[in-house]
C-alpha cells in the first residue's frame, strides 16, 4: 500500500536556529514544507522538500515564488511565524485563494493603532491610548491620562522600543526610540508612536489560540515575567497543562470578541493581556505563534505540537489537540542577561539539574563575537537560557530560575563589532 502523499505548505522564513528549529521540525511531521527565504537551507535541509531563494522579503518576489509552487505541483498553504513577514504572507495567501487570516485582520494585529481602534469601536477592555505623530502630542496625552504611561511603536514586537514613563522629563527620550523602532519595523508606512495608559493592576499574560471560522480555541496560558524597568524585557514564562485560565468564559469572550473586532480570519494568534480585578484587559494581539520558547513549553507541559498545529490550520485541516485529560504537568523557562553590554568570548552554561520531580537543563544562546547587552541599547540580549519541566509549577520556575543564575561567560571587550543577539526579531525568538 503506498504512504498517503504529504501536503505541502510554504513556509516564509524560518527564523534563528536557536529559537525555532523545534517549530520546523514539528510542522515537518505532518506536512512537506517548501522554504521561500533569502539564503539557502542549511540546518533546515533535512526538514524540507525544497526551497526557493530570494533576494528580500518583497511582496512581488514571494508572489512570484508561490505562483511557481502552485504551477509546478501545487501548494496547499502558507504558514508564517516570523513577525515581519507574517502581512506579506497573509497577502499572498488571499491572492491564491489559500487560508489565511486575511489582510484586515492580520493589520489588525501589526498595526498597534488600527488595532487599538477597532477594540474601541466593539467596546473591548484595554488600556486608553493615542497614536502620536510628535512629541508634545505625546506631551499632551500623557497628561490627560496621567503618569505612568507607556511609549510603543506602533509596528513591532517582542517589547522592543516599549518603555515605561513616569514623568515629563522621560517621554522625549522615549518617544524617540520608539519612532525609531517603528522605522525598522516590517512596514514603514505605519508611522507614529502609541502612547497609552500603564494597567499597573494584576499579572501579564500570554495565550496563544486558534481562531477559525469564527470560533477561538486556546492552546495555552504563559504566565510572564518582565524585567529591567523602565522597559519590559520578557525575562521568563511559565505553562501549566492545568492553568485554570484555558477554562475562563470571560477570559474566551474576550478574546472571541476581539478576534471578531479586528476582522481575523482562520490563523493562530499570540495574544497579550493584563488580569485586573475588573477582568481582562488586552495589552496587544500578534498574529503568529508566540516566541521566547513558549510554544516549546507547551510541547513539555502538555504534549501539544504548535508547529504541526499552525501547519493544519495553514492548510485548512482538522486541528488534533491532545487530549486535556493527558495532564502531562508545568514547564518553566527563564533568560540570562549580561550585567552589561559585552562581546563574548565564550559562554559556560550550568549542569543539568533535578529538584523534586522537576528536570532542568540550560543552553547556551549566544556564540563567540556575538554581541550582548542590555536595553536601550539592546533587546533580547540574552547569554543563555534554562528550562524545567515536571508536575509542580513552582519547582519548575524555582529550578529554572536557580539554573539561569549559574551561567558564566567570557568577555571579548567591554563593546566592539559582532553579532547583537539582541538584534534578533521577535519572530525568532
Given at each position: 500500500m503506498m504512504a498517503q502523499e504529504l501536503k505541502c505548505l510554504a513556509l516564509i522564513g524560518c527564523g534563528d536556529e536557536r529559537y525555532r528549529s523545534y517549530l520546523l521540525e514539528q510542522i515537518s511531521e505532518g506536512y512537506d514544507i517548501w522554504l521561500i527565504d533569502t539564503a539557502e537551507p542549511t540546518w533546515q535541509r533535512t526538514r524540507?522538500?525544497?526551497?526557493?531563494r530570494i533576494e528580500a522579503f518583497r511582496p512581488d518576489l514571494i508572489e512570484a515564488a508561490v505562483a511557481d509552487l502552485m504551477q509546478d505541483g501545487g501548494l496547499d498553504g502558507i504558514v508564517c511565524w516570523d513577525e515581519r513577514y507574517v502581512l506579506v504572507a497573509a497577502d499572498c495567501a488571499a491572492l491564491f485563494r489559500l487560508p489565511t487570516p486575511g489582510a484586515l485582520g492580520i493589520r489588525g494585529c501589526r498595526d498597534k493603532a488600527l488595532c487599538r481602534t477597532r477594540l474601541t469601536e466593539a467596546g473591548l477592555p484595554q488600556p486608553r491610548?493615542?497614536?502620536?505623530?510628535?512629541?508634545e502630542d505625546a506631551a499632551s496625552f500623557a497628561e490627560t491620562v496621567g503618569y505612568s504611561c507607556v511609549v510603543k511603536p506602533r509596528d513591532m514586537g517582542g517589547s522592543i522600543g516599549v518603555a515605561l514613563v513616569t514623568g515629563p522629563a522621560d517621554l522625549r527620550q522615549a518617544f524617540g526610540r520608539a519612532q525609531a523602532a517603528s522605522r525598522s519595523g516590517s512596514d514603514r508606512s505605519l508611522t507614529g508612536v502609541l502612547v497609552e495608559e500603564f494597567i499597573a493592576e494584576g499579572p501579564e499574560i500570554s495565550i496563544d489560540g486558534i481562531y477559525f471560522s469564527g470560533r477561538y480555541t486556546p492552546l495555552f496560558v504563559g504566565r510572564k515575567s518582565v524585567g529591567m524597568a523602565p522597559f519590559f524585557e520578557e525575562i521568563a514564562h511559565l505553562v501549566d497543562a492545568a492553568d485554570p485560565l484555558l477554562d475562563d468564559a470571560v477570559l474566551r469572550d474576550v478574546l472571541n470578541r476581539a478576534h471578531a473586532a479586528i476582522c481575523f480570519g482562520d490563523g493562530i494568534t499570540h495574544t497579550e493581556l493584563k488580569l485586573t480585578a475588573n477582568g481582562p484587559v488586552i495589552i496587544e494581539i500578534n498574529g503568529r505563534l508566540g516566541g521566547d520558547f513558549i510554544p516549546w513549553l507547551a510541547t513539555l507541559a502538555m504534549g501539544m505540537r504548535p508547529g504541526l498545529l499552525a501547519g493544519q490550520v495553514?492548510?485548512?485541516?482538522?486541528?488534533?489537540l491532545p487530549s486535556r485529560g493527558a495532564g502531562r504537568g508545568c514547564a518553566a523557562i527563564a533568560f540570562r542577561y549580561p550585567d552589561r553590554?559585552?562581546?563574548?568570548?565564550?559562554v559556560m552554561a550550568p549542569e543539568a539539574r533535578i529538584l523534586g520531580l522537576a528536570q532542568g537543563s540550560a543552553t547556551?544562546?549566544?556564540r563567540p563575537g556575538d554581541i550582548v547587552g542590555l536595553p536601550p541599547e539592546h533587546h533580547l540580549g540574552r547569554v543563555g537560557y534554562a528550562i524545567a519541566h515536571g508536575p509542580d509549577p513552582a519547582d519548575c520556575v524555582t529550578l529554572a530560575a536557580s539554573l539561569a543564575t549559574e551561567f558564566d561567560w567570557r568577555?571579548?571587550?567591554?563593546s566592539g563589532t559582532g553579532t547583537t543577539v539582541g538584534a534578533l526579531s521577535t519572530s525568532e525568538i
Open positions: 524540507l522538500r525544497g526551497a526557493t491610548s493615542r497614536q502620536c505623530y510628535d512629541a495553514a492548510a485548512g485541516d482538522p486541528v488534533t553590554n559585552l562581546t563574548v568570548a565564550e547556551r544562546l549566544a568577555a571579548a571587550t567591554p
